[in-house]
């Protein structure tokens, strides 16, 4: 009995000893600094849900699932429908890669590949200086160049060309999703650009050389060799220049019309969350139409959610099958 105390005692105070070792070497308080840090994420993010779903009561109680459905925005008759401004963030985001992931990642390729590396730096730097142009200042240049352009040129031009399509049907007002899409492409671009652009830059150069020693062309060699091995950095940034389309206020709300209603055309006004909640909270008088504009918020974020755990589902498969290939 006494050799088993003995033990137990020798044991507790060499695990105290290592304690106090890895104390003195900072490593206890650097796991205990950056498990707080990593702990306080995760309690920010739940108290935002908390408190959206805690404020959006009154609307979820008055509506339940039919507000996701619903296409009347009436705050006079208190009835709320979030439909058209789902619609309109997703399509206008959608617009936004669309346009800016070929312009983007031939950039990309430009920069990395073929650009001479101080023309590179230069170009990238100023790219890397887009992104932090704050939102009202390209909703302006929405407002005066591109709204004026669209209307009077953009879309009758895609009228003519592409009218018998539904989608570019209807008034030309300058204003509306498609506008909205470009400004949003613009926007996204260079986040695209510059993490594209990193994730090619890290591709090892044996791996160039390699194929190029094989007679690969350099175009073959960008396509077949880069490319792929770079693909969980340029789907990365897609996916973070999707985050920021979906959450963007003050742009989308100059240049999309505000229109509360799903039209088939890109060229109509429309609407989005973010738009919706700038717009109306400041002016919302009763309870149901602040609890109703929250509750755009929690599908906002719910959107959000959705979309980024897709995106890193996405990544996982492509990992796996790559890590599968010989």
Same mark, same amino acid.
């Given at each position: 009995?006494?050799?088993?105390?003995?033990?137990?005692?020798?044991?507790?105070?060499?695990? &105290?000893?290592?304690?106090?070792?890895?104390?003195?070497?900072?490593?206890?308080?650097? /796991?205990?600094?950056?498990?707080?840090?990593? !702990?306080?994420?995760?309690?920010?993010?739940?108290?935002?849900?908390?408190?959206?779903?805690?404020?959006?009561?009154?609307?979820? /109680?008055?509506?339940?699932?039919?507000?996701?459905?619903?296409?009347? @925005?009436?705050?006079?008759?208190?009835?709320?429908?979030?439909?058209?401004?789902?619609?309109?963030?997703?399509?206008?985001?959608?617009?936004?890669?669309?346009?800016?992931?070929?312009?983007?990642?031939? %950039?990309?390729?430009?920069?990395?590949?073929?650009?001479?590396?101080?023309?590179?730096?230069?170009?990238?730097?100023?790219?890397?200086?887009?992104?932090?142009?704050?939102?009202?200042?390209?909703?302006?240049?929405?407002?005066?160049?591109?709204?004026?352009?669209?209307?009077?040129?953009?879309?009758?031009?895609?009228?003519?060309?592409?009218?018998?399509?539904?989608?570019?049907?209807?008034?030309?007002?300058?204003?509306?999703?498609?506008?909205?899409?470009? &400004?949003?492409?613009?926007?996204?671009?260079?986040?695209?650009?510059?993490?594209?652009?990193?994730?090619?830059?890290?591709?090892?150069?044996?791996?160039?050389?390699?194929?190029?020693?094989?007679?690969?062309?350099?175009?073959? !060699?960008? @396509?077949?060799?880069?490319?792929?091995?770079?693909?969980?950095?340029?789907?990365?940034?897609?996916?973070?220049?999707?985050?920021?389309?979906?959450?963007?206020?003050?742009?989308?709300?100059?240049?999309?019309?505000?229109?509360?209603?799903? /039209?088939?055309?890109?060229?109509?006004?429309?609407?989005?969350?973010?738009?919706?909640?700038?717009?109306?909270?400041?002016?919302?008088?009763?309870?149901?139409?602040?609890?109703?504009?929250?509750?755009?918020?929690? &599908?906002?974020?719910?959107?959000?959610?959705?979309?980024?755990?897709?995106?890193?589902?996405?990544?996982?498969?492509?990992?796996?099958?790559?890590? %599968?290939?010989?």
């Amino acid at each position: 009995m006494a050799t088993l105390v003995a033990t137990a005692r020798s044991h507790a105070t060499g695990r &105290v000893s290592g304690f106090v070792r890895r104390l003195r070497s900072g490593d206890a308080i650097a /796991h205990t600094i950056t498990l707080v840090f990593g !702990c306080g994420i995760l309690v920010i993010t739940a108290l935002l849900v908390i408190e959206l779903f805690h404020s959006s009561a009154a609307a979820r /109680h008055k509506f339940g699932w039919s507000f996701l459905t619903g296409s009347t @925005w009436d705050p006079v008759a208190g009835d709320f429908g979030a439909l058209p401004f789902i619609f309109g963030t997703v399509v206008t985001s959608a617009l936004a890669l669309l346009i800016s992931l070929p312009l983007s990642l031939g %950039a990309a390729v430009f920069l990395s590949e073929l650009a001479p590396p101080k023309t590179s730096d230069a170009l990238a730097f100023l790219i890397e200086l887009l992104a932090a142009v704050p939102s009202v200042i390209y909703g302006l240049l929405g407002v005066f160049i591109l709204v004026p352009f669209m209307r009077e040129i953009g879309d009758p031009a895609l009228r003519g060309a592409l009218g018998f399509l539904p989608f570019f049907q209807g008034q030309s007002y300058g204003v509306g999703v498609l506008t909205a899409g470009l &400004v949003l492409a613009i926007m996204v671009a260079p986040y695209i650009v510059s993490v594209s652009r990193e994730a090619l830059l890290t591709v090892p150069r044996e791996q160039r050389e390699g194929a190029l020693a094989l007679g690969a062309t350099r175009w073959e !060699c960008t @396509w077949q060799v880069v490319l792929p091995f770079a693909r969980l950095g340029i789907i990365g940034s897609v996916f973070l220049a999707l985050a920021r389309a979906l959450g963007e206020t003050m742009a989308v709300t100059m240049v999309i019309g505000n229109d509360p209603a799903i /039209h088939a055309s890109l060229l109509a006004p429309g609407y989005s969350i973010a738009a919706v909640i700038a717009n109306e909270f400041t002016e919302a008088t009763s309870s149901l139409h602040v609890s109703a504009l929250v509750e755009l918020g929690l &599908v906002l974020f719910g959107v959000t959610i959705l979309i980024n755990g897709i995106a890193r589902l996405l990544i996982l498969a492509t990992a796996r099958r790559g890590g %599968a290939r010989p």
